[in-house]
């Protein structure tokens, strides 16, 4: 059995002994405490997901508490609620948390798109890594959005770049053909505008191909794509549409390591999938993998000699999607120690947190003292950027796990950040917010 099957048992076990439980650890905060507030989706389609990044951030949080006593003494205390991966029961969840969480973790972009103008009335940080809208990457317009590592539109042209290296180079993307098969939802359709303008640039050729509803039935799709006969097929979709998608290819007989998916292409996927995903390639903000020391150290202290941490099942842990919930504490962790270095060691505050997330300076040191070189890039945020990274790796799956198969791969601020900044500004002006002054800061 390999280390990620068991997903689909996990899953229906944290649905029955966690998912209906509403909210999890409820302490009231006391002076020492810091307190975080996670949305759950454990009891819908993609439980597992949930569960794992969850599980993961929860796992990380303990470490710090048991090994560190805190973040300079302060207890990190946490919150969770089950949505059901509904945007009208997160926005419940928001409002039966928000009066003691000093940030908040959804992980659900239809629910961070309809928070953000509450979240900047009440003064809560958000953290939305690797989804919600890609234009909160400006600061300016967004101060309490922090899309942390990676946003869409850099990791898209980050793809084009993955895409131009196996060529031989950029100026060998020139003539070739991609494919960019998307959902038919305003986050499938988000970057179709970035790889328009990279098809200008590099001289390729790209056709747009929707995916409608649940994805699950593409054939016709995928006979177009045989017709078409590209290069590289750039594969935006989650869940269901993912190994609809691989499953399909292989039926018309596209070879599966020319498919290239995004960061939510998960472990389950994949197993769904069979063996028609072996080759599929994918980019990532959390590389899978066990080798990191922080990841060994949890699995030493919380899943050795039958102790289980907070995953039902320890294969899970090192898994792409669990290192995503370690990344979401690592950070959220972080920003607790920079704004103590600013305000003092001692439970910050909703605007002491804003301020931490918006000075985050992840460097080389700070990645080996942390044990996850490797496991995150390097990572410095501002007042105006709220990303502060925008690399992604590249992991192919062998059947069984992902394997790495580059180091971090940049994106092209050149091309997106113009974009994320006219989106923001367009923005402000239909919610009449006046831009910060970043001089101030």
């Not at 948390?97 to 629910?111: D, E, H, Q, S």
């Not at 990344?327 to 270095?341: D, F, M, P, S, Y």
């Not at 501002?382 to 940049?410: E, L, R």
Request: aromatic residues 10%; proline residues 3%; contains cysteine.
């Amino acid at each position: 059995m390999n280390c990620f099957s068991s997903f689909f048992k996990q899953a229906i076990l944290w649905v029955i002994t966690v998912g209906t439980l509403g909210v999890s650890g409820a302490v009231y905060p006391q002076a020492n405490e810091q307190r975080v507030a996670f949305m759950a989706f454990r009891n819908s389609p993609v439980g597992a997901l949930s569960a794992a990044i969850n599980g993961a951030a929860f796992d990380y949080m303990n470490l710090i508490n048991d090994r560190d006593g805190g973040v300079n003494g302060v207890k990190l205390v946490w919150e969770e609620c089950e949505t059901e991966y509904k945007t009208d029961r997160g926005i419940e969840c928001y409002e039966r948390l928000k009066n003691r969480a000093t940030m908040f973790i959804p992980v659900m972009t239809g629910t961070i798109y309809a928070l953000i103008e509450r979240t900047l009335a009440d003064k809560i940080p958000i953290v939305s890594i690797g989804t919600g809208r890609t234009d909160s990457t400006d600061g300016r317009v967004f101060p309490y959005v922090f899309p942390l590592a990676a946003n869409y539109l850099m990791g898209n042209t980050a793809k084009i770049n993955f895409i131009g290296q196996r060529e031989g180079g950029m100026d060998k993307l020139k003539g070739k053909k991609i494919v960019n098969l998307h959902h038919g939802s305003p986050f499938g359709k988000e970057t179709m505008q970035v790889l328009d303008a990279q098809a200008a640039k590099y001289g390729f050729s790209l056709v747009h191909i929707e995916v409608p509803g649940s994805g699950a039935e593409q054939q016709a799709q995928w006979l177009q794509i045989r017709q078409l006969k590209p290069d590289w097929v750039i594969l935006r979709s989650v869940g269901l549409m993912t190994s609809a998608a691989i499953k399909t290819a292989q039926r018309v007989g596209y070879p599966a390591d020319r498919i290239v998916g995004l960061w939510w292409t998960s472990e389950l996927d994949l197993i769904s999938a069979g063996s028609a995903a072996k080759g599929v390639i994918a980019n990532t903000f959390s590389p899978s993998g066990r080798d990191f020391p922080v990841v060994k150290e949890i699995l030493t202290r919380y899943y050795s000699g039958g102790k289980r941490g907070n995953m039902e099942d320890s294969k899970v842990v090192g898994s792409t999607t669990y290192n995503s919930g370690l990344l979401h504490a690592i950070l959220t962790v972080e920003a607790v120690r920079t704004a103590q270095e600013k305000f003092g060691k001692k439970a910050m505050d909703r605007e002491q947190m804003r301020w931490g997330f918006g000075h985050l300076n992840i460097d080389a040191k700070r990645i080996k003292e942390l044990g996850i070189a490797g496991l995150v890039q390097p990572l410095k945020t501002s007042c105006s950027d709220h990303t502060g990274g925008g690399a992604v790796k590249f992991q192919q799956w062998d059947g069984q796990n992902w394997v790495a198969i580059s180091d971090w791969v940049s994106g092209d601020p050149s091309l997106v950040d113009p974009m994320i900044h006219e989106s923001a500004a367009k923005y402000a002006k239909e919610k009449g917010i006046t831009r910060r002054d970043c001089s101030k800061e």
